[in-house]
């Protein structure tokens, strides 16, 4: 196999691919024992481990122990576009021949997916095997809350850890109203680590280089939040193209057009994505409840186990929001998320559709009946 061009930061000197010699060489794209055995049955029909480092057109680029592979992904593009090949995965590559192709990839430890922006309520699948969510929140601009949200049910739904980075903390000076923003953004998101971080000044970036040292990172935000700059900064050099944002609202052309993994000088690898125009909710409850945590705990303390938090007696939900101990706009956002995750699941489940009109039909008698109480009939 004839070596591809060289990767930053990575050894192409192989030419062989003994088992030591392999575990040694992909370590630094997160290669280890689990993956080697779940590799067994690929590498004695003598096909080659590699990751996924790029995906456009039916071809991807794969960085294997040799340099990278161009590859055809014919024979991994099923019709669930779940299953179709991703930045992050582990691939099992054919070298033999031209053009060489993707035979199959190694089983997801985590992937991170949203909906798509189609009528078909389809998932798109934006990075695979990913162990740290980086959510990045340009302060630049007044915060959306929501969209944090948002960006932390997909995340915790995916298996990966969230961070959220406020980028350009260089842009609020005043350390007041800068402790007073993150302590927004981590009443928002409980149980997340809330960092800030200006690539102008290198704020931020020695402990974010740290975290992400650790295994691999996936790079989210819209457009404008500072990612590229952010990606530069951890990889020490200006890889990554940067644009500038508009002042009127602090956003950014998209500069980053494809997902792409990059591997870090400091260990560990880094997947930059696109900026996200959509942030859509796909199959997510369970993310849901991680964002929503404290609303949770005290749906656990309602009288009744279906309570639906709207007017049931002994719900501890609207009890905690009467006392002012839960924000309204939490619970709102938090109705908001579970309704149009509903939404999506249900365009895609016939049970879930007809559960859902039966509990309309319910709904709209027992709303009858107690309009026609209210009027002095009894029904």
Request: proline share 5%; net charge negative.
């Amino acid at each position: 196999m004839r070596p591809g061009p060289p990767c930053e930061g990575f050894p192409l000197s192989f030419s062989a691919f003994p088992q030591a010699s392999l575990s040694h060489t992909l370590a630094p794209l997160g290669w280890d024992d689990a993956w080697a055995a779940e590799f067994t049955p690929y590498a004695e029909q003598g096909l080659v481990p590699g990751r996924v480092v790029r995906v456009d057109r039916g071809q991807c680029d794969v960085l294997t122990a040799d340099g990278i592979v161009r590859a055809d992904t014919a024979f991994v593009t099923p019709h669930d576009p779940l299953r179709v090949i991703c930045t992050g995965d582990w691939a099992a590559v054919e070298t033999a021949g031209n053009p060489r192709y993707v035979k199959a990839y190694l089983p997801r430890r985590t992937a991170f997916v949203r909906s798509t922006s189609s009528q078909r309520s389809e998932g798109q699948i934006l990075a695979a095997n990913v162990d740290h969510a980086i959510i990045a929140v340009s302060l630049a601009v007044e915060l959306d809350l929501g969209r944090i949200e948002r960006f932390l049910a997909l995340a915790w739904e995916s298996g990966a850890q969230p961070l959220i980075v406020l980028t350009k903390a260089d842009l609020v000076p005043d350390p007041v109203t800068l402790g007073h923003l993150v302590q927004d953004v981590e009443t928002t998101a409980p149980g997340v680590q809330v960092l800030t971080v200006s690539s102008h000044t290198g704020e931020g970036t020695d402990v974010l280089g740290a975290i992400v040292a650790d295994g691999t990172s996936v790079l989210l935000g819209v457009s404008g939040a500072g990612k590229s700059t952010l990606a530069n900064a951890l990889l020490g050099t200006d890889v990554m193209e940067v644009r500038a944002t508009r002042d009127v609202d602090g956003k950014g052309r998209h500069t980053t057009t494809t997902r792409n993994l990059l591997v870090l000088p400091g260990g560990g690898v880094l997947i930059d994505t696109p900026g996200l125009r959509g942030v859509g909710l796909f199959d997510a409850e369970a993310g849901v409840g991680q964002v929503f945590s404290e609303i949770e705990d005290y749906a656990a303390q309602c009288r009744f186990h279906d309570c639906a938090h709207e007017a049931e007696p002994g719900c501890a939900v609207l009890a905690a929001l009467e006392s002012g101990d839960l924000p309204e706009r939490r619970l709102e956002s938090y109705r908001k998320l579970l309704r149009e995750n509903q939404r999506i699941v249900a365009k895609t489940d016939a049970r879930l559709r007809s559960e859902i009109r039966r509990d309309w039909r319910l709904k709209s008698a027992e709303g009858r009946a107690n309009y026609s109480a209210k009027r002095g009939n009894r029904v």
